[in-house]
């Protein structure tokens, strides 16, 4: 009898033990101003990672009662937030832009001449590239000339692109290099002539002859660009990036690098629409690791305001006659979006007038009427007409740049006018057609800062709080529904909802740290917030510096 008394508690004691053993994990986050994310928005002060993915959320006291974490963060009572995701930049460009001339921020065409200047003493090479000029912010708001780069650089070609890279400025030895002359015929785009000479000035599609002459980067080169780019896009707290429009040897590369665990960013990938990646991918299929989602094509559809390229209605206000242009035949668009469209890949095209934003809404809809989970997207959708707006769904999703917004707004009506402006940056219409708005920055055609991104969709402001009142104030959206549009909403028209943009159980634990609470701070402080933090993953892969 003592015997089996003995056993009794003996068996009763190891289920004891067994009901109180806690649960191992690797990371136990604790005194923080958490947002979630989640459905209902909601916020905790706490959440447990373990294999690179949150496993619990709550208080303090709830999960270590239940968990035995290998490390613990106590947050300091500072804000963290699901890493953001970039929906449209152009990581490897912004990269390889570290390795060349910077023109952002010149106020005159003088200045990019001295800039080059400097570049050049300093780096001696064959072939000077660069980009960032913007001739809506100088003093005479013209496209310059190649004259003065001829005079002083009369050997070394030169070709140095508008800030929103759909226009360059070539030199007569590069023009020469490339093989243009006034003669080159092309197709979408221009190559500009004045009084029967060449001016250097190059838009859209014949950019490619130019670009065809440089020399060409090698892996070194590449990889160097996508860990350059690494470093400053976690510093911003940026945990996944959509790349707009790569090819498959800077896909290869990066998923290279990702199996090193060199690169641990998460990138979306939208590969060029070139005939060699079309028929590489479409007929391989999506390819998806943790790290690298390889599913979409991004198809240019016309230019850029700014340059006069976006394809409009009705012409340019500031320009009799002038209408921009498509830069591929309707027929060729029409053909690539039905080949797609028999794929499970998904289309992204870059429109920015109205003209190209109905030829893509109107070829999008008659494709994807019998499918209804597609989630094409329009990039950019900045130019809207009133009567296309219909078009937007969760299934043709409006992806905006809210910067481009505080960037053109200097000049937008004098391109655009009055009537039309009211169709432009309609960034709160298209959320509510959509149900949804991807919000992305376009870099390094702006700047990286996701809190520029932030600011600028709810304050509808530049970093001079103006115009007072904010532009198109109507078209601002809340500081709930940005946050949505760079987490959430971004991570959906991914398809990647599942596996991130919220601080969820079984989500990747990407997330970050910052040093004010972008959600409650006075709007023209949210530009200056910093990152403490950034986590990928679980892993600690950017700490701000004490300085």
């Given at each position: 009898?003592?015997?089996?008394?003995?056993?009794?508690?003996?068996?009763?004691?190891?289920?004891?033990?067994?009901?109180?053993?806690?649960?191992?994990?690797?990371?136990?986050?604790?005194?923080?101003?958490?947002?979630?994310?989640?459905?209902?928005?909601?916020?905790?002060?706490?959440?447990?990672?373990?294999?690179?993915?949150?496993?619990?959320?709550?208080?303090?006291?709830?999960?270590?009662?239940?968990?035995?974490?290998?490390?613990?963060?106590?947050?300091?009572?500072?804000?963290?937030?699901?890493?953001?995701?970039?929906?449209?930049?152009?990581?490897?460009?912004?990269?390889?832009?570290?390795?060349?001339?910077?023109?952002?921020?010149?106020?005159?065409?003088?200045?990019?001449?001295?800039?080059?200047?400097?570049?050049?003493?300093?780096?001696?090479?064959?072939?000077?590239?660069?980009?960032?000029?913007?001739?809506?912010?100088?003093?005479?708001?013209?496209?310059?000339?190649?004259?003065?780069?001829?005079?002083?650089?009369?050997?070394?070609?030169?070709?140095?692109?508008?800030?929103?890279?759909?226009?360059?400025?070539?030199?007569?030895?590069?023009?020469?290099?490339?093989?243009?002359?006034?003669?080159?015929?092309?197709?979408?785009?221009?190559?500009?002539?004045?009084?029967?000479?060449?001016?250097?000035?190059?838009?859209?599609?014949?950019?490619?002859l130019i670009e065809k002459a440089e020399p060409e980067a090698d892996i070194?080169?590449?990889?160097?660009?996508?860990?350059?780019?690494?470093?400053?896009?976690?510093?911003?707290?940026?945990?996944?990036?959509?790349?707009?429009?790569?090819?498959?040897?800077?896909?290869?590369?990066?998923?290279?690098?990702?199996?090193?665990?060199?690169?641990?960013?998460?990138?979306?990938?939208?590969?060029?629409?070139?005939?060699?990646?079309?028929?590489?991918?479409?007929?391989?299929?999506?390819?998806?690791?943790?790290?690298?989602?390889?599913?979409?094509?991004?198809?240019?559809?016309?230019?850029?305001?700014?340059?006069?390229?976006?394809?409009?209605?009705?012409?340019?206000?500031?320009?009799?006659?002038?209408?921009?242009?498509?830069?591929?035949?309707?027929?060729?668009?029409?053909?690539?979006?039905?080949?797609?469209?028999?794929?499970?890949?998904?289309?992204?095209?870059?429109?920015?007038?109205?003209?190209?934003?109905?030829?893509?809404?109107?070829?999008?809809?008659?494709?994807?009427?019998?499918?209804?989970?597609?989630?094409?997207?329009?990039?950019?959708?900045?130019?809207?007409?009133?009567?296309?707006?219909?078009?937007?769904?969760?299934?043709?999703?409006?992806?905006?740049?809210?910067?481009?917004?505080?960037?053109?707004?200097?000049?937008?009506?004098?391109?655009?006018?009055?009537?039309?402006?009211?169709?432009?940056?309609?960034?709160?219409?298209?959320?509510?057609?959509?149900?949804?708005?991807?919000?992305?920055?376009?870099?390094?055609?702006?700047?990286?800062?996701?809190?520029?991104?932030?600011?600028?969709?709810?304050?509808?402001?530049?970093?001079?709080?103006?115009?007072?009142?904010?532009?198109?104030?109507?078209?601002?959206?809340?500081?709930?529904?940005?946050?949505?549009?760079?987490?959430?909403?971004?991570?959906?028209?991914?398809?990647?909802?599942?596996?991130?943009?919220?601080?969820?159980?079984?989500?990747?634990?990407?997330?970050?740290?910052?040093?004010?609470?972008i959600m409650e701070i006075q709007e023209d402080e949210i530009p200056a917030?910093?990152?403490?933090?950034?986590?990928?993953?679980?892993?600690?892969?950017?700490?701000?510096?004490?300085?």
């Amino acid at each position: 009898m003592k015997k089996i008394l003995l056993n009794l508690s003996l068996l009763i004691l190891l289920i004891s033990c067994k009901g109180n053993q806690k649960e191992e994990a690797d990371l136990l986050v604790f005194n923080a101003n958490v947002y979630t994310v989640d459905k209902d928005f909601s916020k905790i002060s706490a959440f447990v990672v373990k294999d690179g993915k949150f496993v619990a959320t709550g208080t303090k006291e709830q999960l270590s009662e239940k968990y035995n974490a290998a490390e613990k963060l106590d947050a300091g009572g500072k804000s963290i937030y699901p890493g953001f995701i970039d929906a449209h930049a152009h990581y490897y460009n912004l990269g390889l832009q570290q390795q060349k001339v910077d023109l952002t921020g010149t106020k005159s065409f003088r200045e990019v001449v001295a800039r080059i200047s400097e570049f050049q003493k300093e780096h001696n090479t064959g072939f000077i590239t660069g980009r960032g000029w913007d001739q809506n912010d100088w003093e005479v708001k013209e496209f310059p000339n190649k004259d003065t780069l001829d005079r002083l650089f009369p050997e070394t070609p030169i070709a140095v692109t508008r800030i929103d890279g759909h226009a360059l400025l070539a030199n007569q030895a590069a023009l020469d290099k490339a093989g243009i002359t006034v003669d080159t015929k092309f197709e979408g785009g221009d190559i500009e002539q004045k009084n029967g000479k060449l001016t250097g000035i190059i838009v859209d599609n014949p950019m490619m002859l130019i670009e065809k002459a440089e020399p060409e980067a090698d892996i070194k080169t590449n990889t160097e660009a996508l860990l350059a780019a690494q470093e400053i896009c976690l510093s911003y707290g940026l945990t996944t990036v959509d790349d707009a429009g790569i090819d498959k040897e800077i896909i290869d590369l990066m998923d290279s690098l990702q199996k090193q665990e060199e690169l641990k960013i998460r990138i979306y990938a939208m590969i060029s629409n070139t005939p060699e990646n079309l028929d590489h991918y479409l007929s391989q299929g999506p390819y998806k690791t943790d790290r690298l989602n390889v599913r979409s094509v991004k198809f240019y559809g016309d230019g850029a305001l700014g340059s006069r390229g976006a394809a409009l209605k009705e012409e340019y206000s500031d320009r009799h006659g002038h209408f921009g242009a498509l830069l591929s035949p309707i027929s060729e668009f029409k053909k690539t979006a039905e080949r797609i469209a028999k794929t499970e890949f998904q289309l992204n095209t870059h429109a920015i007038g109205d003209s190209a934003n109905f030829v893509v809404l109107k070829t999008y809809d008659s494709l994807l009427k019998s499918n209804q989970n597609r989630r094409w997207r329009v990039e950019h959708s900045q130019v809207i007409d009133s009567a296309d707006f219909h078009y937007f769904s969760k299934n043709i999703i409006p992806s905006v740049q809210p910067t481009h917004a505080t960037s053109d707004m200097y000049w937008a009506e004098d391109r655009l006018g009055k009537e039309r402006l009211k169709g432009a940056y309609a960034y709160k219409r298209l959320l509510d057609q959509a149900g949804l708005v991807a919000l992305g920055t376009d870099f390094p055609v702006e700047k990286v800062s996701p809190f520029l991104t932030f600011y600028a969709a709810v304050a509808r402001q530049d970093t001079d709080n103006f115009p007072e009142g904010g532009f198109m104030k109507d078209q601002a959206l809340s500081r709930e529904e940005t946050l949505k549009g760079m987490t959430i909403w971004a991570a959906y028209s991914n398809f990647e909802e599942e596996e991130k943009g919220s601080i969820e159980p079984g989500k990747f634990a990407d997330f970050i740290i910052l040093d004010q609470d972008i959600m409650e701070i006075q709007e023209d402080e949210i530009p200056a917030v910093k990152v403490l933090k950034t986590f990928v993953g679980g892993e600690e892969v950017y700490t701000a510096s004490k300085e």
